[in-house]
């Protein structure tokens, strides 16, 4: 399979923010939304086989690991990559757009997929039937550009009634929002989901790579 990256750093997102993690960066994206910062994803990576993957975190010495992209469901190598990730006993989150089938994703892989808002230009490919799929330990993220942008997020919560089934995560596009007027919005509708910062994005300069 072809890998952009792989490092260790903090996790940025997630219920899992803050916590020592290996990121694999598989490369390719069926997507192109507006905000995007892995560019560096579309092409660029190095063929790798599992057993090759497997033997470089190793290394890390650190039993959280994410998969991502890009989109990392685009490539088959990646289902025994998780497969054999969940055998040896590491915690795998896996980072997808929400716009291609998890049904293959094992089971114990812990999956945090984006419903696209409008302004990503990217919200007619969000694949809903997939949230039937996700289990209750799953997350759920938005990320909001514009006021359009939550009212329908609140609109896609409300009609999926996904607080009750899920952690939900709201972010925000970075510079171009303001975090504060999301989290006014969210406050005064009372919408009960989990505000997050990017927070690597506030330890090292925005557009650092492979931290
Ligand atoms: S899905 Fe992710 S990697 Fe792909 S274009 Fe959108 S933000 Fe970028």
Redesign the pocket.
């Known amino acids: 399979m072809k890998i952009n990256e792989i490092y260790r750093s903090v996790q940025g997102e997630s219920s899992y923010a803050g916590l020592p993690c290996i990121f694999v960066r598989l490369t390719y994206?069926n997507?192109?939304?507006g905000?995007?910062d892995?560019?560096h994803?579309f092409y660029e990576g190095r063929d790798y086989t599992v057993d090759h993957v497997l033997e470089e975190i190793s290394h890390f010495k650190c039993q959280l690991v994410e998969i991502t992209?890009?989109?990392p469901l685009l490539q088959k190598e990646v289902y025994p990559l998780m497969n054999s990730l969940i055998d040896s006993h590491y915690t795998v989150l896996l980072e997808t757009?929400g716009s291609i089938d998890i049904g293959k994703v094992n089971p114990k892989v812990v999956k945090i997929m984006?419903l696209k808002c409008p302004s990503?230009g990217?919200c007619d490919r969000n694949l809903y039937t997939n949230i039937d799929t996700l289990q209750p330990y799953d997350e759920i993220k938005f990320v909001i550009g514009t006021r359009e942008d939550y009212l329908w997020t609140k609109k896609i919560v409300e009609d999926y009634r996904l607080t009750e089934r899920f952690p939900v995560l709201l972010s925000t596009v970075f510079n171009q929002i303001q975090p504060k007027q999301v989290v006014q919005w969210l406050l005064e509708d009372n919408l009960r989901v989990r505000f997050q910062l990017q927070i690597h994005k506030y330890i090292w300069e925005p557009s650092t790579r492979g931290v």
């Open positions: 994206c997507l192109r939304c905000y995007c892995t560019e994803a992209g890009g989109e757009s984006d990503s990217e």
